[in-house]
């Protein structure tokens, strides 16, 4: 806008509509008081700011409203207060949970221009907030949080923007959630499981009665798409010791029972090669059966038993060695006995249970011969 033009506005201004001119310059009516105002042609406050003031004073910051009417901050109050019959916010204690969603959302909407997508809890932060003069937003947000039980584990951000868009996400998305505690603790488990299942079905969009079928593919659910949706390896990692395992505890919440759990039996072979225990002769001690192939490997705690355990079903530790009669006495071994917090006693365990049968039988075969 050149001199001539400025010269136009301070000779027409009073004569024509605001709307008229500001259409003419391709502005907004309040684009035009601005201007009007910054260029000292203006100085009292005009209707359509007055409506602009008391649309907005609720969703978004003083400051703001301030500087797109060009006003002084003795200016705003005394308008607020004595033409809107409204008082600025003395205490947090007075700001309202509606108004605080209503000014994240100005915040992410129009100042930022954020899309509202699954991308946003990624790039919102603290210093959004404060560098719009919205730190009381953060205040408000952090001293209610407190209250809520689910929320008190996350931070300010994830309270108000869940709460400015509900149902849209969920609090573990909010990269400022890597200290929470809602994947700790007690229920930390049986959250982290509940995460998946929402990622699983909301997000990627499978159907329960589909995953029998798409779990066998080597993209479902990988540790990238987790990681996306908030669910990094290090919170698994706390209950499973793969990713393999997590997922079997995820299916098991459905029902579907793994049917390639079970590794080949070349690959256990091998798993217990490396652990200095080579598979061609039965384990049990004073047993002499030996094959030159490899004998029978026994699952301690059994592949159908993958989807209750947090364990490895194909680690050595839960490997046996075993000759066609003693992996059928093996097959008898209550499992759920053991202590899965230490798999090392479970070869142990197994061969004491395997001479307890040996020994009953015999007795028995000797009472019978009695």
């Keep these: 806008m050149d001199e001539k033009d400025i010269e136009f506005l301070e000779r027409n201004w009073k004569a024509v509509p605001l709307p008229v001119l500001a259409e003419r310059f391709c502005l907004s009516p309040i684009e035009l008081t601005s201007l009007l105002r910054r260029k000292g042609i203006v100085t009292d406050i005009q209707p359509i700011e007055l409506e602009f003031i008391s649309d907005n004073i609720d969703r978004m910051p003083a400051s703001e409203i301030q500087d797109k009417l060009a006003l002084t901050t003795t200016q705003f109050s005394q308008i607020v207060e004595k033409v809107l019959g409204k008082k600025r916010r003395k205490s947090l204690s007075e700001m309202s949970l509606s108004e605080a969603t209503a000014k994240a959302k100005w915040l992410i909407e129009e100042k930022l221009q954020f899309d509202v997508d699954d991308f946003l809890p990624r790039r919102i932060t603290n210093t959004h907030f404060s560098g719009n003069d919205l730190y009381d937003c953060i205040r408000f947000a952090e001293a209610e949080k407190k209250k809520d039980s689910l929320y008190r584990h ?24 890597k200290d929470n505690e809602y994947f700790k603790g007690i229920g930390g488990k049986k959250n982290l499981i509940n995460a998946a299942r929402w990622v699983i079905e909301k997000k990627m969009g499978h159907k329960p009665e589909s995953l029998s ?57 091998e798993i217990m090669t490396e652990a200095g225990r080579p598979p061609e002769t039965c384990e049990v001690p004073g047993c002499y059966f030996d094959d030159e192939f490899g004998l029978d490997i026994h699952h301690t705690v059994p592949v159908s038993a993958s989807n209750q355990v947090s364990v490895d079903i194909n680690s050595a530790a839960n490997l046996i060695a075993l000759c066609p009669n003693h992996h059928r006495i093996a097959a008898q071994f209550n499992w759920r006995d053991l202590d899965l917090k230490n798999p090392g006693k479970w070869m142990g365990e197994i061969l004491d249970f395997i001479r307890e049968q040996e020994k009953r039988s015999e007795q028995e075969d000797s009472s019978d011969k009695q």
Excluded at 154 to 177: D, E, G, L, M, N
Aim: aromatic share 20%; proline share 2%; hydrophobic share 40%.
């Design 154 to 177: 996350f931070s300010a951000v994830t309270f108000i923007v869940c709460h400015t868009y509900p149902h849209k996400f969920r609090p573990f998305q909010f990269r400022h959630a």
């Design 213 to 269: 079928v798409v779990y066998k593919s080597k993209y479902f659910l990988r540790s990238r798409d987790l990681q996306f949706f908030g669910i990094g390896s290090h919170w698994f990692r706390m209950y499973f010791s793969s990713r393999s395992e997590f997922i079997s505890a995820i299916l098991n919440e459905y029902k579907i029972v793994l049917s390639d759990v079970r590794g080949k039996t070349r690959e256990l072979r």
